[in-house]
C-alpha cells in the first residue's frame, strides 16, 4: 500500500498543488499572469474550422486573460497591480493562455516568448497550445526557452474519445496528443495535460478512462476542469436546442477525489475545476464558488481518509 506524503510535505493539502510545486521550485510565492499575446488558432481561422471547439469561449478560454489588444507589458502591469496589494514580493509565471500560443511564423514565437520572459518578476514561462500545433520548429523553439527560463506547455487534451473529439468539434484527437506529448518528452519539457469533466454524451466510466490514460503517461502535470457552459459558444447553441445534464457539486467533487487517487504522487495538480465570468456562464451555476468546491474536494478527501497516488500505478515509459 502507498504511504500517504506527510501534508506539510504538500502544504497541508492531500495532492501535490501547483501552489506547493512553486514554492519548492522558488523557496517563493509565485503567480501565475494571464496574458493575450494575440494569436488565433487553426480551428477559428479557416485552416480546420471557422467554429473552433464548440465549448470554447470567444476570447479562446482565455476570458481572465489580459486585454486582448494590449502590449504584453501593460497586460502584465494590469495584473501584478492587483496581486501586490496581497502579496508585495511575489514571482510570476507569465502564462500565454488564450487562443493557440504555438500557432504562428517561427520569428514571432520566439519574439513574444522573449518579451514575456523579460517582464518584471517573471522567472518562468507557461504556454496553453492545441497538440497539433507542436511540429519539430515549434519543439526546437520551445527547447531553446526552456534553456534560458522554467518552461511548462499546456496541451489541450480534454477527452481520450473519438467521438467527443468529433461532437465538439477539436480538430485533434488522442493519437495527437501522443504524438505533442512524446516530441516534448524526448526535448524534457514540462507538460501539463488539460481533462474536462463533464462533457455531453460522457458518463463516469468515460471520464474516469479519460483520467486512467494520463495517469499512465509520463506526465508532470494535470489540470482538471469542470465543463461549464458559457454564451456565444457552439455548445451553448446545441444546448438551447436540446437540454443535455449538467454534474451536480456532489457527483464533481467525488470524480475529483477518485481521480486524485489514482494519479502519480509527482505529478502536480494545477487546476481542480474550472469557472468562467459570471455573465458568460449558464451552468452550472454552482461552479460560480470556486473555492466552495475545493473545500469540499480537501473535506471529501479528508472524509474518506486518501490522497494522491493511493491506487496509482506506474506510469508507462513511452506515450506510445
Known amino acids: 500500500m502507498n504511504q500517504v506524503i506527510l501534508p506539510t510535505d504538500w502544504g497541508g493539502k492531500r495532492y501535490y498543488s501547483l501552489n506547493t510545486h512553486l514554492r519548492h521550485r522558488f523557496g517563493h ?8 499575446a494575440g494569436f488565433t488558432c487553426p480551428n ?19 476570458d481572465f486573460a489580459g486585454e486582448r489588444g494590449r502590449s504584453l507589458e501593460e497586460q502584465h502591469e494590469q495584473v501584478i497591480q492587483l496581486m501586490q496589494r496581497k502579496w508585495s514580493s511575489a514571482y510570476y509565471i507569465a502564462y500565454l493562455q488564450a487562443f493557440t500560443n504555438t500557432y504562428a511564423p517561427p520569428v514571432r514565437l520566439r519574439e513574444i516568448y522573449r518579451n514575456a520572459q523579460m517582464l518584471p518578476g517573471v522567472v518562468g514561462l507557461a504556454i496553453a497550445t492545441r497538440p497539433d500545433c507542436i511540429g519539430n520548429e515549434v519543439l526546437e523553439i520551445l527547447q531553446e526557452c526552456q534553456r534560458e ?16 473529439s468529433r461532437y465538439l468539434n477539436m480538430g485533434y484527437d488522442y493519437s495527437d496528443f501522443l504524438q505533442a506529448l512524446t516530441g516534448l518528452q524526448e526535448r524534457k519539457i514540462e507538460t501539463c495535460a488539460h481533462l474536462i469533466l463533464g462533457l455531453p454524451g460522457e458518463n463516469r466510466a ?31 447553441h446545441r444546448y438551447q436546442a436540446a437540454d443535455f445534464p449538467f454534474m451536480s457539486q456532489e457527483e464533481y467533487v467525488e470524480l475529483v477525489v477518485d481521480i486524485l487517487e489514482i494519479l502519480p504522487q509527482n505529478m502536480v495538480i494545477h487546476r481542480l475545476t474550472g469557472d468562467s465570468p459570471r455573465h458568460l456562464l449558464l451552468g452550472p451555476m454552482w461552479s460560480l464558488h470556486k473555492w466552495e468546491v475545493l473545500n469540499h474536494i480537501d473535506r471529501r478527501l479528508e472524509e474518506r481518509d486518501t490522497w494522491q497516488g493511493k491506487k496509482a500505478e506506474e506510469p508507462i515509459a513511452n506515450p506510445e
Open 44 to 62: 477559428r481561422d479557416g485552416t480546420l474550422s471557422w467554429e473552433g471547439c464548440h465549448f470554447c469561449s470567444p476570447r479562446g478560454s482565455g
Open 149 to 164: 527560463t522554467f518552461l511548462w506547455v499546456e496541451l489541450g487534451l480534454q477527452t481520450i474519445h473519438p467521438r467527443s
Open 206 to 236: 468515460d471520464m474516469m478512462a479519460s483520467a486512467q490514460a494520463l495517469a499512465r503517461l509520463p506526465l508532470q502535470g494535470v489540470k482538471l476542469h469542470l465543463m461549464h457552459l458559457m454564451r456565444g459558444t457552439p455548445l451553448a
Open 29 to 36: 510565492k509565485v503567480f501565475k499572469v494571464s496574458l493575450d
